[in-house]
């Protein structure tokens, strides 16, 4: 079993910069991908980055540019460094995994299965 923790969210005005964590622990290793989640109210979760067991990143074309995903696969840990925030990535954001087999497979975002309960990140204009 997997379990996800994710730390880091809060409020920043419009063009401000966040870095969340994600702690993994469980039965986890380095033939899981992780990825980043969000929701949004009324809206529906969506993807907007992951990192493949080689560090390939995929991003959503929202946070090109801005967002930037990494991995420390000795202490476990996914990050996600937001800068040029804007109010539409006002969301609560989900800690992903899904399970890899291949190191050079990236998974889609509708493959992930393992989720964290998610920090709220809230960007004021």
């Known amino acids: 079993q997997v379990q996800l923790v994710e730390s880091g969210g809060g409020s920043v005005q419009a063009g401000g910069s966040l870095r969340l964590s994600c702690a993994a622990s469980g039965y986890i290793n380095g033939r899981f991908c992780m990825g980043w989640f969000r929701q949004a109210p009324g809206k529906e979760r969506g993807g907007v980055a992951g990192?493949?067991?080689?560090?390939?990143?995929r991003y959503a074309d929202s946070v090109k540019g801005r967002f930037t995903i990494s991995k420390d696969n000795a202490k476990l840990t996914l990050l996600l460094q937001m800068n040029g925030l804007k109010p539409e990535d006002t969301a609560m954001y989900y800690c992903a995994a899904v399970l890899c087999l291949s190191s050079s497979y990236n998974p889609r975002f509708d493959e992930y299965n393992v989720w964290g309960q998610g920090t709220q990140v809230t960007v004021s204009s």
């Open positions: 990192i493949g067991r080689d560090g390939t990143p």
